[in-house]
């Protein structure tokens, strides 16, 4: 069975300051990984994914992550935080088979403060 | 425009009514689902629907039920309200991509604040 596991249910950062959400994956084969963000009173949109191809993946607003399968992890960063960035995050893997199922993790909410 | 809108925003109701939440997506794709979220667990599943005819059960789905009444309109349904239906519901979709290792985004709709009274 699948899950994901988000390390942090709050983080807090500078502006300005470097940004890493952490998440560990469970797969009994390689996966497909997402970041979807969620502002305050807003759906959730796609950050990035990571589909079996290059193991660091860009996403829009300066964000990335890597793929690391020795350590079941797939790590979200961004070098400079914005104020912009306050938000929740959400680490989700999918599953295989016909349905396309997401799996969640918790959520990290990220605190942004100047 | 938005491509997955989602209405009411926001209801307030009363144990034992029955409520419907709907979905409507301009995107052409295939499949749409419907995903509760309640604080510190996350998006859980209540049901999926691949097209108008293959409906299926998610996770979560005792309390609810789904009607696919076009390709773009996928609503959700509390027949007898409680208070721990309390949450806030997404609608997502998806295009098939025929892909069996999975990997598909799914477009997530605003979402729709309910209240159980």
């Known amino acids: 069975a699948q899950s994901v596991t988000q390390l942090d249910s709050h983080v807090s950062v500078s502006e300005g300051t470097p940004v890493l959400l952490r998440c560990n994956y469970s797969?009994?084969?390689?996966?497909?990984l997402f970041w979807y963000v969620q502002h305050p009173n807003k759906g959730l949109q796609l950050l990035l994914k990571?589909?079996?191809?290059?193991?660091l993946v860009k996403g829009i607003n300066g964000f990335e992550a890597e793929f690391k399968k020795s350590e079941t992890s797939f790590h979200l960063t961004k070098p400079s935080a914005h104020m912009s960035d306050a938000a929740e995050y959400f680490c989700?893997?999918?599953?295989?088979?016909?349905?396309?199922?997401?799996?969640f993790g918790a959520g990290t909410r990220l605190a942004v403060h100047p | 425009d938005a491509d997955v809108t989602q209405t009411p925003r926001n209801r307030i109701t009363k144990t034992g009514k029955r409520i419907m939440l709907e979905c409507s997506q301009t995107?052409?794709?295939?499949?749409m689902y419907w995903y509760r979220q309640d604080p510190g667990l996350g998006l859980r599943l209540i049901y999926y629907?691949?097209?108008?005819?293959?409906?299926n059960k998610g996770e979560i789905s005792d309390g609810y039920s789904v009607s696919r009444q076009a390709q773009a309109k996928f609503s959700l349904s509390l027949e007898s309200a409680i208070p721990n239906q309390t949450a806030l519901y997404f609608c997502?979709?998806?295009?098939?991509?025929?892909?069996?290792?999975?990997?598909?985004?799914?477009?997530f709709g605003p979402g729709t604040r309910l209240l159980v009274l």
């Open positions: 997502a979709t998806s295009r098939t991509s025929g892909n069996f290792l999975g990997g598909e985004t799914q477009y």
């Open positions: 797969s009994s084969y390689s996966p497909s």
């Open positions: 990571y589909t079996s191809a290059a193991t």
């Open positions: 989700v893997v999918s599953s295989r088979g016909g349905y396309n199922k997401l799996i």
């Open positions: 995107k052409g794709h295939d499949r």
């Open positions: 629907s691949f097209d108008v005819k293959d409906i």
